[in-house]
């Protein structure tokens, strides 16, 4: 994880420059530039794989084919400070909201395949208390299935609801932990915060590694809706953030 982090560091310097490109599209572009949304967002791929396809076998996440109003609401809360990753915010914070929903919904249009799940360490004990906690959850602790609000295959729910499949163990237990520790927060009342913190240290453990186990199903695509309602309120499922209802920048 260190190596990774560091060669972020590296990236920031040149993409603190790519980033004011982002800002300025059409005055940085040079003669022969496409001024596409998919040459534009050029910059965010040097992280998230090209298309925003990264594969689980690092930190960086997966950004192609999620929920748009999931990926809208995550760029405006690394920009307003309820998710915390410097880089990342450095990138979000000169954008308005219209241009973020605008590269939102450009990665959430993109239909790619998915790569392998990469080899997880893990015990089968741990393997199975992780899918139990997937698809049933655990009563004793409070905590819901994560299927009843992720979608029965865990490919998310439209229009606010991530996937948690094709994503790294490290990016998972990370925002797992993230959450437990209020560095990660979304809109009120977030129930990943509660949870999260149901959950202790090595059932967060055996949840990321079952997940990062599971390959996708033949149809990726989040779901359009859930056949039960969510098990607790959740302000961030059903409505994305609307910048004018929020006063957010034009
Ligand atoms: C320097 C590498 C880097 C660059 C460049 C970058 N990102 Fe990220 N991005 C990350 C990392 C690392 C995370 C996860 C941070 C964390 O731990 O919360 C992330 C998280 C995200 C997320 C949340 C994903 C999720 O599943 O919750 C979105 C959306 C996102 N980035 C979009 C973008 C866009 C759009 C751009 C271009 C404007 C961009 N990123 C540029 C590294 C980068
Ligand atoms: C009550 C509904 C609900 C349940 C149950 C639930 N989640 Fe979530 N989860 C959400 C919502 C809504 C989001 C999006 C939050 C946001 O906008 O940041 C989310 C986001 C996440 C993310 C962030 C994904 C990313 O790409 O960064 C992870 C990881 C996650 N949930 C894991 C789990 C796990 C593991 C379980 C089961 C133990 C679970 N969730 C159960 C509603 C739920």
């Given at each position: 994880?260190?190596?990774?982090?560091?060669?972020?560091?590296?990236?920031?310097?040149?993409?603190?420059?790519?980033?004011?490109?982002?800002?300025?599209?059409?005055?940085?572009?040079?003669?022969?530039?496409?001024?596409?949304?998919?040459?534009?967002?050029?910059?965010?791929?040097?992280?998230?794989?090209?298309?925003?396809?990264?594969?689980p076998?690092?930190?960086?996440?997966?950004?192609?084919g999620?929920?748009?109003?999931?990926?809208?609401?995550?760029?405006?809360?690394?920009?307003?400070?309820?998710?915390?990753?410097?880089?990342?915010?450095?990138?979000?914070?000169?954008?308005?909201?219209?241009?973020?929903?605008?590269?939102?919904?450009?990665?959430?249009?993109?239909?790619?395949p998915y790569s392998a799940p990469?080899?997880?360490?893990?015990?089968?004990?741990?393997?199975?208390?992780?899918?139990?906690?997937?698809?049933?959850?655990?009563?004793?602790?409070?905590?819901?299935?994560?299927?009843?609000?992720?979608?029965?295959a865990l490919t998310?729910?439209?229009?606010?609801?991530?996937g948690?499949l094709g994503?790294?163990?490290?990016?998972?237990?990370?925002?797992?932990?993230?959450?437990?520790?209020?560095?990660?927060?979304?809109?009120?009342?977030?129930?990943?915060?509660?949870?999260?913190?149901?959950?202790?240290?090595?059932?967060?453990?055996?949840?990321?590694?079952?997940?990062?186990?599971q390959p996708l199903p033949a149809n990726p695509k989040?779901?359009?809706?859930?056949?039960?309602?969510?098990?607790?309120?959740?302000?961030?499922?059903?409505?994305?953030?609307?910048?004018?209802?929020?006063?957010?920048?034009?």
């Amino acid at each position: 994880m260190f190596r990774t982090f560091s060669r972020c560091r590296l990236l920031g310097t040149l993409l603190s420059a790519l980033a004011s490109c982002l800002a300025l599209p059409t005055l940085a572009a040079p003669p022969a530039f496409e001024d596409t949304i998919a040459q534009r967002t050029l910059a965010c791929t040097a992280c998230h794989g090209a298309q925003g396809r990264a594969a689980p076998d690092g930190y960086y996440p997966r950004i192609a084919g999620k929920p748009a109003g999931y990926l809208y609401n995550q760029l405006l809360h690394f920009r307003d400070g309820r998710r915390s990753y410097r880089l990342m915010t450095h990138m979000v914070e000169p954008l308005s909201d219209s241009y973020l929903h605008e590269m939102a919904e450009h990665f959430a249009a993109l239909d790619l395949p998915y790569s392998a799940p990469s080899p997880v360490a893990a015990t089968a004990q741990e393997l199975q208390r992780g899918k139990q906690l997937a698809l049933r959850g655990d009563a004793t602790r409070q905590v819901p299935a994560c299927v009843q609000c992720h979608g029965t295959a865990l490919t998310g729910v439209q229009p606010g609801t991530p996937g948690l499949l094709g994503l790294p163990r490290d990016y998972l237990n990370s925002q797992l932990g993230a959450w437990r520790s209020g560095q990660r927060r979304a809109h009120a009342p977030d129930c990943m915060a509660s949870i999260a913190q149901r959950l202790n240290d090595s059932d967060v453990s055996a949840v990321s590694g079952w997940l990062a186990s599971q390959p996708l199903p033949a149809n990726p695509k989040p779901a359009r809706a859930l056949p039960a309602p969510l098990p607790m309120e959740c302000g961030s499922a059903d409505a994305p953030s609307s910048s004018a209802a929020k006063g957010g920048r034009p």
